[in-house]
């Protein structure tokens, strides 16, 4: 076992069958629902957040509280323990986990991927595996925290709607919704947001992030994913284009409500 435990949230897109082989210990975001509250990967959620949703009803996420990183802290097992959570300027996750480190006598630190979802599962990815060889927790808060300068993140939208009301992205970020197909592309990195472009569809969407994919080192990566907001077909022909990554990973429930279904993209650690 791992003297130095990793702790991140369900809004990190990695895969439940990687998170246990490492020992990642996830705290899920909350989903509230007309009457309900659900933690993040409960059965049929997106399909429940679809339906509320198409009738207009009020359904809203909340991230993980003190409470809930000092639990994770305690289940982890270890003395000490890193928390990575999405950049500050998209979620309050990082204020949460470092009031919780405050409190905890264990030993634990706080980071800060400058990323979310894909991008910071390879920043948590990272971190466990220099975890599971034994280091230290210096070396493995270093390799962390140097996995976040690097990782890259470029992808395209639906729809902007779902994340103009989520209010989780600054609005002058995307250009208006109009009537034609156009879908935005666009790249996230060190704790910003920025538009690539408007592509006509899919199949220029995905030029522009083969591009930017290539420009960026994703072919000589350490580690790369595809990622996608239900639409796994769409990201099976994004992983044929850009050729072989390390994993394909679909949104948690959480986040698609925040981005709407049809984002797909790809991360990695140039």
Request: aromatic share 6%; charged share 25%.
């Amino acid at each position: 076992m791992a003297s130095v435990a990793v702790v991140t949230d369900s809004s990190t897109c990695l895969p439940s069958a990687l998170a246990e082989k490492l020992g990642i210990v996830t705290v899920p975001v909350t989903v509230h629902l007309p009457g309900t509250d659900a933690p993040d990967g409960s059965d049929h959620l997106s399909k429940r957040i679809s339906e509320a949703v198409a009738r207009d009803q009020y359904v809203r996420s909340s991230h993980p509280f003190i409470t809930d990183y000092l639990g994770a802290i305690e289940e982890s097992g270890c003395d000490q323990v890193v928390i990575v959570t999405p950049a500050m300027e998209f979620a309050a996750m990082f204020r949460n986990a470092s009031l919780a480190v405050e409190l905890t006598p264990r030993r634990a630190v706080v980071v800060d991927s400058r990323t979310a979802a894909a991008g910071e599962a390879l920043v948590v990815l990272r971190g466990a595996e220099v975890a599971a060889s034994g280091s230290p927790l210096d070396e493995v808060v270093g390799a962390i925290e140097e996995a976040s300068r690097r990782v890259d993140l470029v992808a395209t939208l639906e729809s902007l709607e779902p994340i103009r009301r989520s209010r989780r992205v600054p609005a002058p970020v995307f250009a208006p919704d109009g009537p034609s197909p156009a879908k935005s592309v666009f790249r996230m990195r060190a704790g910003a947001v920025e538009l690539i472009g408007e592509a006509p569809g899919e199949e220029e969407a995905f030029r522009r992030i083969k591009e930017a994919y290539e420009a960026g080192g994703g072919k000589f990566s350490s580690h790369s994913t595809v990622f996608h907001a239900d639409s796994p077909e769409a990201a099976e022909r994004l992983c044929r284009l850009l050729g072989e990554v390390d994993f394909v990973s679909g949104f948690s429930a959480a986040m698609q409500l925040h981005t709407g279904p049809g984002v797909v993209g790809a991360a990695w650690l140039p």
